[in-house]
Structure formats: C-alpha cells, structure tokens
C-alpha cells in the first residue's frame, strides 16, 4: 500500500524531466528514437547495422544503457559517431535523468538523430518516458511468440516492432504468423519489420523505416517552427 505513492511520484519527476528533455529534442529539430527488448534480442546489433549504412556526415548519436560493462558503447564506438555508454549499476531501465545528464555536454544544435539502447529488459523501460519521440521494440525468434501477449506495456507503447535474428527462423518452432497477429492484437496497426542482423537480411527495410520517420519528423518541425 506505501510503495504506490512513491512509485507514483518517481514517475512523476521521471516525466517532468523528460517532458524537458522533448522540448529541447524539439527545439533542435533532433529525433529521439528508443530501443526496447529483451537482454541479447539485438539492439545493440542493430545499431551497428544502421550505424554501418549511414553516411558519416549524418549528425546521429548514440546512447546506450547497460548495467555494467562499456561493451555496447566499444562496439558502436569503431562507426565513428558520438556513442556515450550509461551504466545504471543495477537498475534495470534507463530513465530521464540518467539520459540528461548523460547529454550535459553534447551540443544538441549539431545533432539529428539520437538513438537511445535501453537496458535489456522487456518491462520497466515501457514505464520510463526518456523524451523521445518514440520507442521501438526487438523481439527475437529465439523468444517466443506469445511475448506481445505478455509483456503488452511496451508492444502497445513502441511504433515499431523489429523481428530480429530471422536467420534462425528453421531451427526454432517460433511462428512468424502468430508474433505478428500477437502484436497486431494488442498494438492495431503496429509496424512490423523482419531483419536479420546477422546475415543483414532486411536491414534495408528497417532503414527505409527509420529514412521515413526522420523525413515526416523533419516536416513537423518546420510545419510547427512557420
Ligand atoms: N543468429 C543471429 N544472431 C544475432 C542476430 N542479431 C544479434 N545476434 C547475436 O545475438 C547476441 C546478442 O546481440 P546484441 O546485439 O548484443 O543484443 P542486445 O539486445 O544489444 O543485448 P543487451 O544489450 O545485452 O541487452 C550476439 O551474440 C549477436 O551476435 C541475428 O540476426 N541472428
Ligand atoms: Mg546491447
């Protein structure tokens, strides 16, 4: 009975913040994009992927969220864009200050696209608002197909689900058709991509995705600036 209002006010300051943290993605004209999965499912794959396909005169960041270890940010580091590693020593999500403070020194004017990596964990990041413009889940075929069914909180609250690692598609029972109608159930209309970050297998399509989403975001930008 005591937690809920504590719990209920941590979220509150998690929100204010990161209301904050929205204005001035907007008032730099940056697109903040999320990325929710499980531990191992392929975020941090994914962002080497789409670090590897984007020019380097792109202004992109990238942050990413691990309890330990510097590994995800070392990876991405070798693409030669702006990579910061947050270390939240035990908590299993990232929130809005650890993002804030974590940006205090970058010049927000010189950047375009921020890509946030959450810390593995399909639950406590659908409850913490970072200010971005949205999130984005990965789901592995590895996982099973029921985990929209499951953990609904973030399938309903990401604009896009990533089906990842579909090379291993014939050696596991995970129906392809059943993940999508699980997501499609509790998020309508959700965006589904397929990729295969391994062998790169529809990386093309979830660039196309992202091109699309930093064109219409651009757009609101001007059209909310004249
Ligand atoms: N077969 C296969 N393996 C993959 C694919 N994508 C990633 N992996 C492997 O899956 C493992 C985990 O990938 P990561 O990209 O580190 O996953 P992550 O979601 O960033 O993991 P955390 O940051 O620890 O939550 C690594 O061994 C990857 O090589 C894929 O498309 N196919
Ligand atoms: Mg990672």
């Not at 990238?62 to 693409?79: M, P, W």
């Not at 984005?136 to 990842?164: A, H």
Request: with cysteine.
């Amino acid at each position: 009975m005591e937690r809920v209002p504590l719990e209920r006010k941590v979220l509150s300051e998690n929100d204010r913040i990161a209301s904050a943290l929205r204005a001035r993605f907007q008032e730099h004209g940056i697109l903040c994009l999320n990325l929710v999965s499980s531990p191992g499912s392929g975020k941090t794959s994914l962002l080497e992927r789409t670090l590897e396909g984007l020019p380097h005169s792109d202004r992109v960041a990238v942050l990413t969220g691990d309890i330990q270890t510097e590994n995800d940010a070392d990876r991405l580091k070798r693409f030669r864009f702006p990579v910061r590693q947050i270390t939240t020593g035990g908590t299993c999500h990232l929130d809005a200050r650890m993002v804030e403070r974590h940006l205090a020194d970058w010049k927000l004017k010189e950047l375009d696209l921020l890509l946030i990596e959450n810390v593995g964990n399909l639950v406590c990041p659908a409850s913490y608002d970072l200010g971005e413009a949205a999130k984005i889940v990965v789901l592995s075929v590895t996982e099973g197909e029921d985990k929209p069914l499951k953990y609904p909180s973030i399938f309903l609250k990401s604009d896009l689900l990533v089906l990842n690692k579909m090379d291993l598609l014939p050696y596991v029972p995970f129906d392809i058709n059943a993940a999508t109608d699980n997501a499609h159930k509790v998020h309508p209309g959700m965006d589904i991509v397929k990729v295969s970050c391994l062998t790169g297998k529809g990386v093309h399509e979830w660039m196309m995705w992202l091109g699309q989403r930093r064109r219409s975001h651009k757009t609101l930008m001007h059209e909310t600036v004249s």
